[in-house]
């Protein structure tokens, strides 16, 4: 493909490095502009029209073109446009959210934390776990377990606590103190004939074994993602969080939620956490708490995490952590705002109801030759591509029915995300029924196609 010179694409790829992409190819393809958005949509700089069905990057509740989330930002950045927490400084935005954010807690919760983004608010949550453990005396506690295609994130620790092998490979990851236990996806995981519950139970033994393997007094704490996202969209089975929270409850192993595509309603409920029946002693929340109008995360700890911490920044003399932008006003402002459009237009309610008939009618191309799967809860879910029911396999490089099915999809006006061979649909939390029905019915033509060209 040649580039127009001085396009807009080939100063793209003259200067541009882009994050999750491949560098080499894309000097030869070029980028995808888009250029505005307009509710659950966005368009190109050619002023093609897609449907959104990955909100961004499952990040975008109001969608693209929220205009009280404009004015809240705008009045923000005219009264303080910058402000910051350390050394006890604080501002009303800050307070107020974390007063919020506490209120809506599934579970009693002490303080929030502030951070700009899932990855480092998940380094944050190592970071505290190990100080805290050195607080409380208990230097040799220092491991965290998390889960194969669990997703955390890319900084040093979330990236090592992210179980996905492009997040290590060649980056030197995963650093020490960090176990993957296995991946609780039914379709892939469990043993033929082994039922939803059978697998839980094994899943849960097998975390326990992990657990006495490595040495109970060892381990902190686990983390994982109510639903898993960026791993494949993974609903766990039946009674798996029941299980599990029994056998970190035996051994005093802390759990902390990953929320951060979950929370404010993404699985019909306010968070995962309710969806499930989890009791978290931390939880990570970003992505949908600005609807990612502005970069924000937030982690929330209960008083069996504040305290001994508080004890240790008193002995020490400071808290050696935080970031320049950390509680940052706008983000604050933007976030409340957002909190507050959830609220009063049932975005939840819409989720849980939308995102059933979503669920609904993505089953109805299981039929379809190239459908293996069709998995996900609320307003989120994948389809995962197979060539072979049978054996569940597609191309022998995983990835590439995924990413050609995607690609025409894109071709065809909505926007998913392969994971490997599985499509991603997180659409923003406004879609209605009439969204959703463009969307089935284009996967099923772009399926048709795709088909025609693939099975022989
Ligand atoms: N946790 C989860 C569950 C995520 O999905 C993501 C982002 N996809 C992250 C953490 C990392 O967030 P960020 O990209 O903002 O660093």
Not at 66 to 89: C, G, I, W
Request: glycine share 8%; hydrophobic share 40%; with cysteine.
């Amino acid at each position: 493909m040649t580039l127009h010179p001085n396009s807009i694409e080939a100063r793209d790829v003259a200067y541009h490095m882009h994050s999750y992409t491949n560098a080499r190819a894309h000097q030869e393809t070029g980028p995808l502009v888009i250029d505005r958005g307009e509710g659950a949509y966005v368009f190109d700089n050619t002023g093609k029209k897609y449907l959104e069905a990955m909100a961004g990057l499952w990040s975008t509740a109001v969608g693209f073109s929220e205009q009280r989330l404009v004015d809240a930002a705008t009045a923000q950045m005219q009264k303080l446009p910058y402000y910051h927490n350390f050394a006890s400084r604080s501002h009303g935005p800050a307070v107020d959210l974390a007063e919020k954010l506490i209120q809506l807690a599934p579970v009693p919760m002490s303080k929030v934390f502030f951070t700009n983004s899932g990855s480092e608010a998940n380094d944050t949550v190592l970071k505290l776990l190990w100080y805290r453990s050195n607080a409380m005396g208990q230097p040799q506690r220092k491991k965290i377990i998390s889960r194969l295609r669990g997703y955390h994130g890319v900084t040093i620790a979330s990236a090592s606590m992210t179980g996905l092998p492009n997040n290590h490979r060649s980056f030197d990851l995963p650093i020490a103190n960090v176990l993957h236990t296995t991946c609780p996806h039914h379709y892939r995981d469990a043993h033929e004939g082994e039922s939803e519950e059978d697998f839980a139970t094994r899943l849960a033994a097998e975390l326990e074994e992990m657990i006495l393997a490595e040495g109970p007094d060892t381990i902190m704490a686990m983390i994982g993602e109510p639903v898993m996202g960026a791993g494949g969209v993974v609903v766990p089975p039946a009674t798996y969080w029941d299980k599990v929270q029994a056998v970190l409850k035996k051994y005093d192993i802390l759990l902390v939620a990953d929320e951060v595509i979950c929370g404010f309603g993404r699985t019909g409920k306010l968070f995962g956490s309710m969806t499930f029946a989890m009791k978290p002693d931390i939880m990570v929340m970003s992505k949908q708490l600005t609807s990612t109008y502005f970069p924000l995360s937030a982690l929330m700890m209960n008083e069996r995490v504040f305290e001994p911490i508080a004890d240790e920044s008193n002995k020490i003399g400071v808290l050696g952590h935080g970031v320049t932008g950390a509680a940052h006003p706008v983000g604050a402002a933007i976030a409340l705002e957002n909190i507050k459009i959830i609220e009063e237009r049932g975005l939840v309610a819409n989720a849980a109801e939308v995102g059933a008939y979503m669920q609904e009618q993505l089953r109805t191309l299981s039929d379809h030759p190239l459908v293996g799967e069709v998995r996900g809860i609320g307003l989120i879910a994948a389809v995962e591509l197979v060539l072979d029911k049978e054996s569940k396999t597609a191309f022998e490089k995983p990835g590439q029915l995924g990413a050609k099915t995607a690609a025409r999809l894109l071709e065809n006006g909505v926007i998913s995300r392969a994971m490997l061979d599985a499509l991603a649909f997180c659409p923003p939390m406004i879609v209605t029924r009439s969204d959703i029905d463009g969307m089935v019915s284009t996967l099923r033509r772009t399926l048709d196609e795709v088909a025609a060209e693939v099975l022989s």
